[in-house]
């Protein structure tokens, strides 16, 4: 009988997360690529994508940490974009053509009357240049064909849109804290429309990621290294759990997480008094602590506490 033959996986099995600050003209995917390629890693995926026009953070998942990617794409965003009022492109972005153009321009005064109905939940339509599916093919690759591309609007949640400055009558930039799945580009695109014009994006920038901020962020170009340089450190890494910071702590007994482990429930009445106030009672998620320890997490739901994914022996 033949023994099938299984290849060594490629690479260093390193674990963990870098936060690159991302240079404009260059996608998501070719950012991990290179990295993965840098610190010679057996495996690496990001944590939301951004846009080529785009900068800023990119949350890259080594090893390990690629597990814990679904809880940094639901955290909180951050982001600033200059809108620019009188064309009207089809990518939404500087990148695009133009589809349409208006004289219209619209007052400080008009813009921010129209942020309160682009700001909570919302109804949205994704860019036609988007990743999503539409009967098994890209949306991207419909509308680079020239196909019509037809995206029914998604729930979306932003919990802050503002008017920061306005250094002309052509343009206006913005900040924005949003949850997950919100298109900058279609936020620009739905405002200028609101207010009596068109326009698309000129200038993205995300600022945060879940727990990330700038502050961790590191330049592309200090991770690529040249021929004069040696590769990058992986002392660079954060810890795999640093992707769970974000996201509240919930103090337990060793009885509790003993009941969590076995797949039951506790009742939130047992928790009266420990629940964090940052926690969303209704399907939120929370870190179950023993002490310093982080346990696993688990999700509120209808009135109990239920076990998500709690952390095994060996897990980093």
């Known amino acids: 009988m ?22 404009s003209g260059i996608g998501s995917t070719d950012v991990v690529n290179r990295v993965k390629r840098a610190f010679n890693a057996q495996k690496a995926g ?3 994508t951004l846009d080529p026009l785009a900068t800023g953070l990119l949350p ?15 955290g909180t965003k951050e982001y600033t974009f200059t809108l620019r009022f ?25 813009i921010r009357a129209a942020l309160p109905a682009l700001t909570g939940d919302i109804m949205q339509v994704p860019p036609a240049f988007s990743a999503i599916k539409i009967g098994g093919e890209r949306a991207y690759d419909l509308a680079r064909e020239g196909q019509a591309v037809v995206i029914a609007p998604r729930p979306a949640r932003v919990d802050r849109f503002e008017l920061v400055s306005r250094p002309d009558a052509d343009t206006a930039t913005f900040l ?19 207010v009596g014009t068109v326009g698309h994006i ?4 995300r600022h945060r990621v879940g727990p990330f901020r700038e502050s961790h962020a590191i330049p592309l170009d200090k991770l690529v290294p040249s021929e004069d340089t040696p590769p990058p450190s992986p002392d660079l890494l954060l810890p795999v759990t640093t992707a769970l910071d974000d996201i509240p702590a919930l103090a337990l007994t060793d009885q509790e997480i003993a009941r969590l482990s076995h797949g039951q429930f506790i009742s939130l009445v047992d928790l009266m008094g420990r629940v964090p106030d940052a926690a969303d009672p209704d399907g939120g998620l929370a870190r ?3 002490g ?5 997490l688990c999700r509120f739901h209808e009135g109990l506490l239920k076990p998500e994914r709690l952390l095994v022996a060996g897990d980093p």
């Open 2 to 23: 033949q023994r099938r033959q299984f290849r060594k996986p490629r690479g260093l099995p390193l674990d963990g997360w870098l936060i690159v600050d991302k240079p």
């Open 46 to 48: 990001h944590g939301g």
């Open 60 to 74: 890259v998942a080594f090893g390990a940490a690629t597990k814990t990617v679904p809880y940094i794409m639901d």
């Open 86 to 110: 009188g064309e009207a492109r089809d990518t939404d972005d500087a990148d695009g053509q133009v589809t349409g153009t208006s004289e219209a321009r619209p007052t400080d005064e008009a």
């Open 176 to 194: 924005v804290q949003s949850g997950k799945g919100v298109y900058m580009r279609s936020l620009a695109r739905d405002l200028a429309l609101a």
């Open 202 to 205: 000129a200038a993205l920038r």
């Open 288 to 290: 179950a602590m023993a």
């Open 292 to 296: 310093g320890r982080l346990v696993g």
